[in-house]
């Protein structure tokens, strides 16, 4: 039969890898390419801070000739009741929100691909298991959780870390969960085990990639709201408590002040929109660059 | 009044995509007579369902754009109609029925809604009164008056595609465009779901533009035949015509290419290649790629349709050789 | 329906008691020793041991724990240390504020983003969707309470349009219900805009068209009726935003409500107010995820059915 044709056809299309097609989809957003440049500076600010500025002198001194000074030269976003400079505390404060919305995120994902993995897969009593503790964790809100558990361990960074990945942990097992069940069900799934694969091997071949999209723009989502939460938290005072410079604690410091020198709360609630701006970006990016179909 | 319910005139449809061009239908010319059902085959890409939506101006435009020509209408061009007239038109005069009944209709409303609201649209009547209506159609199509109040979930795929016929026929359209309407279904349900359809067109006195790729169903439903290829009829007559005088190399092939159950054993005679990227058409002849017969002619030129006797015509410059016979036709 | 409602609710019971075991024990872990704030400081330590005895604190942790269960049917959860007032009206004088201004904020935020989303959805890919978008990406990206903190510089204690804290008033309400309610508008945005591009894109919208229906018709009728399924759902899991948010606006603007009372509860070290308002919180947002599951089941007949046959 005539199969010349069909391959002088084929030979048209140059082959690509899933990775690269995203990645290549992914550059062409602008928004993403902002996003993501941006989010690369803060790391680099985050981890730089630490040599630029000294801890006691900078952050956390109270240098009373220079209170309350408005934004200037000297000091480009103002100084607080302290004196203590506000931009230098806004540089040095993202490592707070970029370490506990990564980690969160980070321990949560860990935790919940597991524990959804299971859970779809197996089903049973697993799987109730996994969505009974899941039901809990939805019935109380996030703040709650943080309540409870800085309630026991005080108001550090680290339990305000782990009230966050609690709930990350949720979200994904849910995640997960669902996309593991809606892929097991596939026939792609049954010819592979027909095949002869293992167990172990179809779940690491076939499902989990397939499960990847939805989780990766997840986690950049969720970055961004762990952030948003964790200084939401540190403003009602339940999270990383003054003089740490998290800039939801820096809110909450500055409010009392609102009136006369109301630069203590616009940069650092600014700080905090522009981070979670840019990683947004970025996961509305990845969402389009992973579905393209979705856009069209 | 016109002969004909139906006029297409040189349509030519594009799709302007990002990657470039698609042009769809290049030239189409059929006309459908009154009471009269129109067979139009072609493979799949071929812009049958295309040319469906462009009798109802639903082209879906972006990417679609109808480039040029006419479509008339019981002699009114549909193509110049303003969106009121459209409206107007849609449903009442013209009615379509889709391919796929298991997602043409609307999944939170009733049937009975949706066949009410056809009627409620073109008619002056009460809501109680469509909703009666309604419950006559469904009766008409074979289905308990009672099932109005359920949701098409809770329906077959054959029940479904008879609730779109109902839908389709509610205001008494003189023209029905059916798209593939029994390719989804169970073969048994196939040959019911056409018997229906037969039986109310003719009881109406509607005509119908049958959109298929099934040669069989053609040959049990349709006065008329016509062959596209490529956005272009190849041949048109009628269906006496076209099975028994077959003119066109592309519907020689078409007629080779199915399995005969006398000659069981025989190898099947596929149609070798494919069909041409519509972003890239050929110069000539859209099929001279593929065609047997083809000249060098062929492929500079492309063939206009020329007419060959009764209603028939064929777009084939082979012709222009007076001796020229496809093998089908030379082995009497 | 019915039962199906009824189940629901039996269900919801185990989670209930699992939820309320967990933040009780959590909670009394912190500790917390009521006596100290009964009884005059120069009580001996024999005094206090018999109160304690009385009042049932050397309990072992489970019976304490049902008799604490068992009071919140009869409405007894405890006395605030601090104002002495009984927990369980406390929190439900103060709800009333709350649901108040969840709810304003909700229907704020109904009529500004779901007309918006629409149109995005009908415009998409031209400066009206690119200006929807990115006024919805600015929304969700903003931390409500540096919002409302915003709100209250502009509007408040700059133009003295509207007052910045209390609740004397439907003046006062509206500062923390846009709050609240213009960062839940950018999100349910969002979630429309996606969802009509979901539903434009079905077959069931051209067999409309086809009909002869209008582009309004077509719009409303066929297709948001199908894009409030999604939309509902994407809303309801979001419903605890809603309550962080009521209880961020509430802390900026002062306004008396569950959030606030939550809070000032927990810096003043008020274990019995905390937490017997966060249990009771769960308990409220149970039953508001059963009214979102009921609202959803109303929008799509398939679930509605699913559920009235099986009951």
């Given amino acids: 039969m005539e199969n010349t044709n069909k391959t002088s056809d084929i030979k048209q299309f140059k082959g690509r890898s899933l990775g690269q097609e995203t990645w290549r989809r992914l550059l062409k957003n602008r928004g993403a390419v902002v996003g993501m440049i941006f989010m690369i500076l803060l790391v680099i600010v985050a981890i730089l801070a630490e040599f630029i500025y000294n801890y006691d002198t900078d952050i956390v001194a109270q240098n009373s000739k220079a209170i309350f000074a408005s934004p200037s030269a000297a000091h480009i976003f103002g100084t607080d009741q302290f004196g203590r400079d506000i931009f230098a505390r806004i540089l040095y404060g993202a490592r707070y929100s970029l370490l506990i919305g990564v980690g969160s995120v980070a321990f949560g994902l860990v935790v919940g691909m597991i524990l959804g993995a299971l859970a779809g897969f197996y089903g049973g009593v697993i799987d109730n298991l996994v969505m009974r503790a899941n039901d809990i964790l939805y019935a109380i809100p996030n703040i709650m959780i943080a309540v409870v558990i800085v309630s026991l361990l005080g108001t550090t960074p680290f339990s305000l870390l782990l009230a966050l990945s609690i709930s990350a942990a949720s979200s994904f097992a849910r995640i997960v969960r669902a996309a593991v069940m809606q892929i097991r069900g596939q026939e792609y799934i049954e010819s592979a085990y027909a095949m002869g694969l293992p167990t172990w091997k179809v779940i690491l071949k076939h499902i989990i990639p397939n499960c990847l999209s939805p989780i990766i723009v997840q986690v950049t989502l969720a970055i961004g709201s762990n952030i948003i939460a964790a200084s939401s938290l540190s403003f009602l005072g339940v999270g990383v408590a003054p003089p740490m410079p998290e800039w939801g604690a820096m809110l909450s410091d500055g409010r009392p002040y609102i009136r006369s020198a109301p630069w203590l709360c616009i940069f650092p609630g600014l700080a905090i929109m522009v981070t979670v701006l840019a990683l947004n970006l970025m996961g509305d990016g990845l969402r389009d660059a992973l579905d393209p179909k979705l856009k069209k | ?332 | 329906m019915i039962r199906y409602i009824l189940k629901r609710l039996l269900y919801m019971i185990p989670t209930i008691l699992l939820t309320s075991l967990l933040i009780f024990w959590a909670m009394d872990l912190t500790g917390g020793d009521p006596v100290q704030t009964i009884l005059p400081e120069n009580a001996t330590v024999e005094q206090q041991e018999a109160l304690r005895e009385s009042m049932g604190l050397n309990d072992p942790f489970f019976v304490r724990y049902f008799r604490y269960m068992g009071g919140i049917v009869t409405g007894d959860m405890g006395t605030s240390y601090v104002t002495k007032l009984d927990v369980f009206g406390t929190f439900m004088n103060r709800l009333p504020m709350t649901l108040a201004l969840g709810g304003t904020a909700l229907i704020i935020s109904v009529i500004i983003s779901i007309p918006l989303g629409i149109w995005t959805a009908i415009n998409q890919n031209t400066w009206k969707d690119t200006l929807g978008m990115v006024l919805a990406l600015f929304g969700v990206s903003m931390p409500n309470f540096w919002l409302g903190l915003m709100l209250m510089l502009l509007f408040s204690l700059q133009l003295h349009w509207l007052p910045s804290g209390g609740s004397d008033g439907i003046k006062y309400l509206v500062l923390p219900a846009l709050t609240v309610g213009l960062g839940l508008a950018a999100l349910i945005t969002r979630t429309t805009r996606s969802a009509m591009l979901d539903v434009i894109r079905q077959d069931y919208m051209t067999t409309a068209k086809a009909k002869g229906a209008s582009r309004h018709r077509v719009l409303y009728t066929h297709a948001l009726r199908n894009a409030m399924i999604p939309i509902v759902t994407a809303v309801g899991m979001q419903f605890s935003l809603v309550m962080t948010g009521s209880a961020l606006a509430e802390t900026v603007f002062s306004w008396p409500g569950i959030g606030l009372l939550i809070v000032q509860s927990i810096a003043k070290r008020d274990t019995p107010m905390v937490t017997g308002s966060i249990i009771l919180c769960c308990i409220l947002m149970a039953l508001i995820n059963l009214l979102v599951d009921i609202i959803y089941a109303y929008c799509d007949p398939r679930i509605k059915a699913q559920y009235s046959r099986k009951g």
């Fill in chain 2, 1 to 332: 009044m016109s002969e004909n319910i139906l006029e297409v005139k040189d349509l030519v449809v594009h799709f302007e995509t990002d990657d470039g061009v698609v042009k769809a239908i290049n030239g189409l010319n059929f006309t459908i007579g009154r009471e009269k059902t129109l067979g139009l085959v072609g493979e799949t890409g071929a812009g049958k369902t295309t040319t469906a939506l462009s009798i109802l101006n639903l082209v879906p435009d972006p990417p679609g754009k109808i480039k040029s020509g006419s479509i008339l209408l019981d002699g009114r061009d549909v193509l110049q109609m303003s969106d009121k007239e459209l409206e107007q038109m849609r449903g009442n005069d013209v009615a379509m029925i889709f391919q796929d009944p298991m997602t043409a209709l609307n999944p939170v409303m009733t049937v009975g809604d949706q066949i009410a609201e056809s009627i409620q649209l073109h008619q002056f009547v009460s809501s109680k009164e469509a909703f009666e209506k309604a419950k006559e159609m469904l009766q008409m199509v074979g289905i308990a008056e009672s099932r109005a109040y359920d949701y098409p979930h809770q329906f077959s795929g054959g029940m479904r595609q008879r609730v779109v016929i109902a839908i389709a026929l509610a205001c008494e359209p003189k023209l029905l465009l059916s798209d593939e309407p029994t390719t989804a279904l169970d073969v048994t349900i196939q040959a019911q779901v056409l018997e229906l359809m037969k039986d109310l067109i003719r009881k109406r006195h509607m005509s119908m533009l049958l959109i298929t790729h099934d040669l069989g169903v053609v040959a049990e439903s349709c006065d008329d035949v016509a062959v596209m290829y490529a956005g272009k009829i190849v041949e048109i007559g009628s269906a006496d015509e076209v099975f028994n005088q077959t003119r066109h190399p592309y519907t020689e092939g078409l007629f080779n290419s199915l399995p005969n159950l006398r000659e069981r054993g025989e190898e099947l005679i596929p149609i070798k290649g494919l069909m041409p990227d519509p972003m890239n058409l050929p110069e000539g002849c859209s099929f001279a790629p593929r065609c047997p017969y083809a000249t060098e002619a062929c492929e500079k030129q492309p063939p206009e349709l020329r007419h060959m006797g009764g209603t028939h015509y064929v777009a084939c410059d082979a012709y222009n050789d007076p001796d020229f016979c496809l093998r089908r036709n030379s082995h009497g």
